[in-house]
């Protein structure tokens, strides 16, 4: 008889580690990744809510370069806002239980395990015109975009009127025109 080794020759960490793939982690009170190492501690909304959330802002406003980092951070006013005022804490968790419930019946997972961005997409335009999109859409503008970090990776060198206006600060240097 044959004597096979079974036990594992790579650890569940090692694996992980080696596929470059960043992985969350939900905890009662936080979400974590593995993803540039960054995490987000949840006070009002349930953490799941709070993942929920960062994915729907990858959905919504899509650039490949802004680390989930990012998206965590210009969600995090939501759980802000969830802890002053039920009612959004309400629209909130109401909100993502809807989008994982129409998730569920289209795709047999919640939002955030749908493997597609175009499938995740589409169900976000099928509420697109409700006030549960309509409020994160509205808060992630200002949430992502007034972020100095995001300005350095889209190039943008902030406002000029501080530094004496854009005329004398290489506004006509433009060679290509």
């Given amino acids: ?3 096979i ?3 594992p020759k790579v650890s569940r ?9 960043a992985t969350v982690i939900v905890t009662s009170g936080a979400i974590m990744s593995s993803d ?13 809510t709070m ?3 960062v994915q729907m802002a990858r959905d919504i406003y899509p650039h490949d370069r802004f ?9 995090k006013g939501y759980d802000d806002q969830a802890g002053k005022k039920p009612n959004v804490k309400d629209m909130l968790e109401d909100g993502v239980t809807a989008l994982n419930e129409m998730a569920q ?5 919640n939002y955030v395990d749908v493997g597609w961005e175009i499938d995740r997409v589409a169900l976000l335009r099928a509420i697109e015109n409700g006030k549960f999109f309509q409020t994160i859409r509205g808060g992630l503008v200002t949430g992502i975009y007034n972020n100095p970090d995001v300005w350095n990776l889209l ?3 902030g406002e000029s009127a501080s530094k004496g206006g854009y005329l004398e600060r290489g506004f006509d240097d433009i060679a290509w025109l």
Avoid: Q
């Fill in 5 to 7: 080794d079974k036990t």
């Fill in 67 to 75: 680390s989930d980092a990012i998206y965590a951070g210009a969600v």
């Fill in 13 to 21: 960490r090692r694996f992980l580690a080696s596929t470059g793939a």
């Fill in 36 to 48: 540039r190492a960054w995490g987000l501690t949840v006070k009002n909304l349930e953490p799941e």
């Fill in 105 to 109: 019946s289209k795709h047999g997972s």
């Fill in 51 to 53: 993942r929920t959330l």
């Fill in 1 to 3: 008889m044959r004597i």
């Fill in 155 to 157: 190039g943008y060198e």
